[in-house]
């Protein structure tokens, strides 16, 4: 089984970066506004601004990509490695990065609204904890899949092209 081009599997990989790149200019555009972006100059608040740099790398550029090197690859002669792993990527990269985003969202304005308050250190520590045990998981996850999609595509591009006969 080869990816090509009028295969419907790799057109989620645009509409989910298209998405997340609504997100992110969404996201943008509320960060510029004063109120806000007050709030997350100060303290633990601030995670809130990776969380727009992740959803612009990952979600966007990075989906985008991968669309676009699933679909040249076999243009180029190269089939895809092992195909079924398209998918098992693409779902798990974009639930896990809107996951870990939401989460880094959440434990922003939740800190944010502590430390405004007056909590810090180890208050503060205690708070943010399981929140960024779960986002360390979450990450190292998205960087397996991350690592995943680069090893299929090496091997991808180091098969020979089949014989047409």
């Known amino acids: 089984m080869q ?3 009028g295969n419907s599997r790799l057109v989620k990989f645009f509409v989910a970066a298209a998405i997340f790149f609504a997100w992110g200019i ?4 509320l960060q510029a506004q004063k109120p806000i972006h007050d709030f ?3 303290g633990p608040a601030n995670i809130i601004v ?3 740099a992740h959803i612009g790398l990952l979600g966007w550029v990075a989906l985008a990509l991968w669309g676009t090197i699933y679909h040249l690859l076999p243009q180029l002669g190269k089939p895809i490695a092992w195909p079924k792993l398209v998918d098992w990527i693409f779902w798990i990269f974009v639930i896990f990065l809107a996951l870990n985003s939401i989460i880094m969202i959440t434990v ?3 800190a944010g609204n502590a430390f405004n308050s007056g909590v810090k250190g180890p208050q503060l520590d205690a708070l943010m904890q399981p929140y960024m045990m779960t986002i360390g998981i979450l990450s190292i996850i998205l960087a397996i899949v991350g690592l995943l999609f680069v090893i299929q595509i090496l ?3 180091a098969r020979k092209a089949p014989v047409k006969s």
């Open 26 to 29: 969404i996201q943008g555009a």
């Open 3 to 5: 990816v090509s081009t």
């Open 50 to 52: 990776g969380t727009h």
């Open 155 to 157: 091997v991808s591009a």
């Open 108 to 110: 922003g304005i939740r």
């Open 40 to 42: 997350i100059s100060l």
